[in-house]
Every structure is written in C-alpha cells, then in structure tokens.
C-alpha cells in the first residue's frame, strides 16, 4: 500500500480528493484501500459498478467516470453518489429523469473535451457555453451541477498537458462566475495515474487514480 500512501500524501497539500479508479481490479483488491480510509471510488462500466457495489461495503460513494450510455442511467440512479461523465445534453435528461424516478438530485460534472485527440468525449467549451447561457441546467431541476471533469492528452508532452489542465481549470472558473455563482459548484476533477502531479499545479482539487494504485 505504500504507493497509495505516497499519492495521498502528495495531494493533501492541494485539499485535493482522491477517487480510486477501481476498474478491471478484483473487490478482493479494492477492500485494502477501504481499509486505509478511502471512500470515493470510480468505475467506467455499469454493469462492473453494480458488481462491485454489492460486494463492497455500503459507506463506498461511488463515481460513474466512464462514457454512460442513457437507457443505464436507471441502474445506477437510486444509489451512484456522482456521474463524472456527463457529456452530452440527451445524457442530462436522462439523468433527471432517473433522479426523479429515484426521488433524488444526482451531482454530476460537465464534462468538457480539451484534448485535440478524437477519442475523448465531452461537450466542447464553446457549445457548452452557449447550452447554459440557454439556461439548459435549468431545465434539470434533478441533476445538481458540481463542477467539471476532464482529462488532458495521452502525450508524453508535459508542456502540452500543462496547457490542457489549464485550460479546464479556466472554463471551470468561467462557469462558475458566469453561471453558477449561487449554487455549490466547486469541484475540478483532473488527473490520472500518468499526470496527477501537473494536474495539482493546475488547481485540480479532485484527482482520479486507477493504475498508479495497484502496482
Ligand atoms: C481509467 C480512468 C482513469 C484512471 O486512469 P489511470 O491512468 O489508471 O490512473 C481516470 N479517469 C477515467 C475517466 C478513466 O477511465
């Protein structure tokens, strides 16, 4: 566990909160790091999350990272504590009407695409701009907008990753005084095994750490 312990210590200096990406890992490998105190734990699959969700203890809060297709959202809607992953307005809707099915408000995060590679998903900032200055997140009263998440390049290129985290720290800062300045939107999640310690620098204060933790 000594690797989890080093990441922790890392990001404490930053308040930052660890998410344990936990996909592709046994729920035999994923009870130590319960143990040592954490609690907020992503997966990118539904069908894995529940899996794992009901051999885990129950104060997990679990986080749905990955690309969420809609008609799934009704699985996880009565218990997920945040969906990172909402990328798409079809996927919002979706959502509402899950939570309210569910008799809840769900948090989730924008996310938004930086990186130039084709593969990420998100909302591109400009659209998503436009989409709330159509006062969109109005529409959903059952989805509670917590911030944003995003992730920067597959690159070597520090400088490049650098530039993207930054840029997601400055459209999250935008949003935040453009159109959620009274509600509770205060969380950046940005960084993963490969780039958390850049990501920090940026002002992440919610990293998501899978392969780093299972050495
Ligand atoms: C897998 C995954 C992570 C963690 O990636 P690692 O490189 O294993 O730390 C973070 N975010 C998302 C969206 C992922 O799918």
């Known amino acids: 566990m000594e690797p989890v312990k080093k990441i922790l210590r890392q990001i404490k200096p930053y308040g930052a909160t660890l998410v344990a990406v936990t996909k592709h890992h046994t729920p035999e490998e994923i009870l130590p790091l319960h143990e040592m105190g954490i609690r907020d734990f992503g997966e990118n699959r539904v069908q894995e999350l529940i899996v794992k969700k009901d051999s885990l203890p129950d104060d997990i809060r679990w986080h749905m990272i990955g690309h969420l297709q809609g008609k799934k959202v009704k699985k996880i809607a009565p218990f997920i504590h945040m969906i990172q992953s909402l990328d798409r307005v079809s996927l919002w809707e979706e959502i509402d009407k899950q939570a309210k099915r569910a008799h809840r408000v769900i948090p989730a995060l ?14 591109n900032p400009d659209e ?11 529409l959903y009263p059952n989805v509670n ?19 993207e985290f930054t840029q997601l720290h400055r459209i999250f800062k935008q949003l935040q005084y453009t ?32 392969s780093r933790l299972f050495p």
């Open 145 to 163: 907008i917590r911030g944003v998440m995003g992730m920067a390049s597959f690159t070597s290129d520090k400088d490049r990753i650098r530039e």
């Open 128 to 138: 998503l701009i436009q989409l709330l200055h159509e006062n969109t997140h109005q």
């Open 179 to 210: 159109f959620f300045s009274d509600t509770q939107f205060d969380i950046l999640s940005m960084g993963m095994s490969g780039d958390y310690p850049i990501a920090l620098e940026c002002g992440t204060n919610m990293v998501r750490i899978g």
């Open 110 to 123: 924008l996310e938004v695409k930086v990186a130039r590679e084709a593969t990420k998903s998100g909302f």
